[in-house]
């Protein structure tokens, strides 16, 4: 039996402005771009959620709902540094880490749980609690079981610093009655049409029949069936293939000029593209990524007519994209270029000989194409 612990810290942003600046401590800390430039809240403390303000709304709304808010920009880089300290501490519990973005991660803790010698699941979650709070300052909401998505659910439910354990043979009356869309796949779109049938809890979910739920989820039905029952076995994933290969940078002072800002992506996509050499990679699709003045965060993207990796169409398409959003007094904080999308000849490539002499002939019907 697997034991999976899911990590996620507290109102991530916002605790490490507090951490870091003591006079925040207790106060409603809005993180993100200014009111006055349009900006929107990447993330508030605890403290200000209380007045309704959320991750994503306009900073006017949330200042509105929360005047006595501090508003501070981001700084990513103090983040991405106690990001890689916390995940050093999962890492010392288990090499199964699996980050799934700075401030959240699975750890598969199975090897560290010995329940003859005393080591139980939730002892070693304390643990983890404890060591993360004493060598940050942060804490982290963790939620144990013996499946990726039951505790990705159970850490979220008891935040800030919370602990939730649900014991082997518990989940699904711990799932039951919880909203359909708490589930992993279960968007807002479809959590809606499931209420429409008057499914609106995971265990009336559960309850459907297979035809239900083949006739609704096609051929997804088997796994969204088994996590509706907290029967997933998906294993923690150390190292994920590689599905894009991208550079971004943060200018020091924001850029508007059209020229230098080609200059700019070009260079990015240039060395975009000599890491997709390296990597015998050919990508389709071309994305550019642009933080403006007023911290708002977007992409734009394209498909080439043919996989690649050379410089020269990266270069002119990423140019292609940037272009169109270039308005009069539009400045720019950074920009980023990636390719994704590669070409299947790559994934065949990374076969091993075994699997290649299987698949040599569907690959060159592809490759025909
Ligand atoms: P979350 O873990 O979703 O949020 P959180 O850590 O701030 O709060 P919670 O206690 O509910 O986990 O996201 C982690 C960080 O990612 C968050 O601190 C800021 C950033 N973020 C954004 O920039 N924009 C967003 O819309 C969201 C959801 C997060
Ligand atoms: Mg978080």
Known sequence: ???????????????????????LLGKPVLVGGRPENRGVVATASYEARQFGVRSAMP?????????QGIVIAPR????????????????SFTELVEPLSLDEAYLDISAAVNQAEGRWPLGVALELKRRVKDETGLTVSVG?????????????????DGLVVVPPGDEPGFLAPLPVGKLWGIGPKTAERLKSEGIDTIGILAAQPPDWFARVFGQRAESVRQRAVGL?????????????????TTFPNDLSDRAELRRVLEALADGVAGSLERKGLQGRTVT?????????????????????SDAAPIRETAWRLLAAELTPGRSFR???????????????????????GLTTEAAKSADDN
């Open 1 to 23: 039996m697997k034991h999976i612990i899911h990590a996620d810290l507290d109102a991530f942003y916002a605790a490490v402005e507090q951490l870091d600046n003591p006079e």
């Open 59 to 67: 900073m006017r709304t949330a200042v509105r709902n929360c005047p």
């Open 76 to 91: 990513f880089t103090r983040y991405r540094e106690m990001s890689r300290r916390v995940m050093d501490i999962f890492r």
């Open 144 to 160: 144990v079981s013996v499946s990726k998505s039951v505790s990705k659910i159970a850490s979220d439910l008891d935040k800030p």
């Open 232 to 248: 997933d076995d998906e294993p923690v994933h150390t190292e994920r293939v590689t599905k894009s290969v991208s550079s971004e």
């Open 288 to 308: 550019v990524k642009m933080r403006l003045a007023d911290f708002a965060t977007f992409s734009r993207q394209t498909t080439l007519p043919a996989p690649s």
């Open 334 to 356: 950074l920009l980023g270029v990636g390719v994704s999308n590669f070409a299947e000849a790559n994934a065949v490539r990374q076969l091993s000989l075994w699997e290649y």
